[in-house]
C-alpha cells in the first residue's frame, strides 16, 4: 500500500513565523504535489515536483516555497506566515505515467 | 467562471436510495478523476475516467466527453457513504507531472 504522511495533523502559528509542512511518500513515486483546499473553493495547486531538486509552479505559489532534497520528502515552506494561509494542506504523490494520485492526511494549519 | 463545476453542492438522501452527483467541465481534458473525502481531510482515488463507463462495487461513474460531462452514481446508499465527492480534471500536458483542476466538492450526507 502507497502510504503518504505529513508530519502534522494541526498546526498553530504566529503571524509572521517560518511553517514548515513536511510531506513524505514510501513508493518511491516521482510526482509530488502540494495543495491548499478552503471551503468553496476545492483544492488548488500550490507548487509540484516531478524530480528531486525540480519544481513547478502551481496555481497560487505566492507566499509559499517548497524543497526536494531527497525523492521521498517534499516540503512546503511559509516563509512569512499570515492569517489568509490559514487552510487545509495536503500533499500528494503519484508514479510517472501512472493515473492515481495518492494523498496525505492533511494538515490543518491556523495562523493567528 | 470555474472549469469545473458539480452539482449539487449538498445532497442529503435516504440510505437506500440511488445517488447522482454530477460534474460539467469546460476545456479539453485527457481524463477525469472522481475522489472521496471523508471527515478529517483524507482522499481517496475512486476512478479515472477518459472515456465510457465504470464500476466498482455499488460505484458507477460515466463521462460524456462531446457533453463535457460526468456522473458519479451510488446504487443503495449506506451511512457510510457520507463524505464529500470531489470531481477533478486533468488537462493534455507533455510532462509526466500532469496536474489535476478540482471542483468544489459535493456533500453527500446518508441517513439511516
Known sequence: ?112 | KNEVEQSPQNLTAQEGEFITINCSYSVGISALHWLQQHPGGGIVSLFMLSSGKKKHGRLIATINIQEKHSSLHITASHPRDSAVYICAVEGYSSGSARQLTFGSGTQLTVLP
Open chain 1, 1 to 112: 500500500d502507497v502510504k503518504v504522511t505529513q508530519s502534522s495533523r494541526y498546526l498553530v502559528k504566529r503571524t509572521g513565523e517560518k511553517v514548515f509542512l513536511e510531506c513524505v511518500q514510501d513508493m518511491d513515486h516521482e510526482n509530488m504535489f502540494w495543495y491548499r483546499q478552503d471551503p468553496g473553493l476545492g483544492l488548488r495547486l500550490i507548487y509540484f515536483s516531478y524530480d528531486v531538486k525540480m519544481k513547478e509552479k502551481g496555481d497560487i505559489p505566492e507566499g509559499y516555497s517548497v524543497s526536494r532534497e531527497k525523492k521521498e520528502r517534499f516540503s512546503l515552506i511559509l516563509e512569512s506566515a499570515s492569517t489568509n494561509q490559514t487552510s487545509m494542506y495536503l500533499c500528494a504523490s503519484r508514479l510517472a505515467g501512472v493515473d492515481t494520485q495518492y494523498f496525505g492526511p492533511g494538515t490543518r494549519l491556523t495562523v493567528l
